[in-house]
């Protein structure tokens, strides 16, 4: 199996130890962004949706300097703190990938890192 280790200077440091993401054979294993601005590393101004945006902005981030687009993403895992703000969440996420729709999980969690409300991540394929 080849691996490869990936970190994207145009999405916000991780606040861990972990990568951006890990491609190995074909497959982006993209880790959970969460609304991080990647100049300031704050959380984005604003309520949730500003922060689902910020979230899948560093997304496609890190899926472009991976060599991937929003296209090859196959599954999609949202963590929500309020499962309140599904629909709002809901709407920017369906502008984000338009008429593409990936597999989809999306559950309500106790709390997020650094008490944001969103956290998603998603797993994309090569053709």
Do not use: W
């Amino acid at each position: 199996m080849s691996k490869k280790i990936i970190f994207c200077d145009k999405a916000p440091a991780a606040i861990g130890p972990y990568s951006h993401a890990v491609e190995a054979n074909g497959m982006l294993f993209v880790s959970g962004q969460v609304p991080l601005v990647p100049e300031t590393g704050e959380i984005v101004e604003g309520g949730i949706k500003e922060q689902a945006k910020q979230s899948l902005s560093n997304i496609d981030a890190i899926l472009k300097g991976s060599g991937y687009t929003k296209y090859d993403v196959v599954k999609a895992t949202i963590f929500m703190s309020d499962m309140n703000e599904f629909g709002i969440v809901n709407e920017v996420y369906g502008e984000y990938f338009e008429s593409h729709k990936p597999a989809r999980a999306c559950v309500q969690v106790a709390r997020l890192p650094k008490d944001v409300g969103v956290e998603i991540e998603v797993i994309a394929v090569k053709e």
